[in-house]
């Protein structure tokens, strides 16, 4: 069966721009977190989605940035006048219910120029 | 200080050694999982525990609730078990806090 799946796997993009980065979790679970790694640093939640809504944004650093997940299964995250600072690999990840087992997504790769 | 603090942030071992990780921890949990990570990104979900100690192929993990510590232990390791190893913690609801992870190289 397949994974979780992240597109684009890198995006290269100037200041200022906006980025989408998608995030297809495992069939079936309801649980999808997003996360953000810089290099040579653990991940860092951003947001919590239990079936459409958002259970926990409290990680998600400032308004620029944006999640959605309108069906309760794809999910995006919006990242409005990018800084170089948000330079990072950005995680999903999904789990059948809450508190169970997360498998992680391989990761989007942003550069912010 | 962070919430979660693994030891050592390196290590290299010889093909064949016993290996322990730790993880501390300064809030309460819910649970706790052990993740490895290898160069490209991918992360893997090793293990999930609240109390005691599970098992799995080679690898241990024990976690002591009292003392707010867990280990991961790899027992005859071998050059593919060089990865990143991560320690997070579920402290509130459903989100992880992530320790800053462990290199780990086994040489042949």
């Known amino acids: 069966g397949a994974g979780v799946s992240q597109t684009p796997s890198n995006k290269v993009t100037e200041k200022g721009k906006y980025v989408e980065l998608r995030c297809d979790p495992i069939s079936g679970h309801t649980a999808l977190y997003w996360y953000r790694q810089s290099l040579g640093q653990g991940p860092e939640f951003l947001i919590y989605f239990q079936g459409t809504g958002a259970a926990d944004d409290s990680g998600l650093p400032n308004d620029r940035f944006f999640a959605v997940r309108p069906e309760g299964s794809v999910s995006t995250l919006k990242i409005q006048r990018t800084e170089r600072g948000d330079s990072a690999v950005y995680l999903c990840?999904?789990?059948?219910?809450?508190?169970?087992?997360?498998?992680f997504g391989p990761g989007t790769r942003l550069l912010v120029l | 200080k962070n919430e979660v603090e693994q030891s050592p942030q390196n290590l290299t071992a010889q093909e064949g050694e016993f290996i322990t990780i730790n993880c501390s921890y300064s809030v309460g949990i819910s649970a706790l999982h052990w993740l490895q990570q290898h160069p490209g990104g991918g992360i893997v979900s090793l293990f999930m525990l609240s109390s005691g100690k599970k098992k799995h192929g080679r690898l241990i993990a024990t976690i002591n609730i009292q003392e707010k510590h867990s280990s991961l232990h790899i027992t005859a390791s071998h050059p593919r078990d060089s990865a990143v190893y991560i320690c997070a913690c579920r402290v509130s609801g459903s989100r992880l806090t992530f320790g800053e992870g462990t290199q780990l190289t086994v040489n042949p």
């Open positions: 990840a999904s789990s059948p219910g809450p508190q169970e087992t997360q498998y």
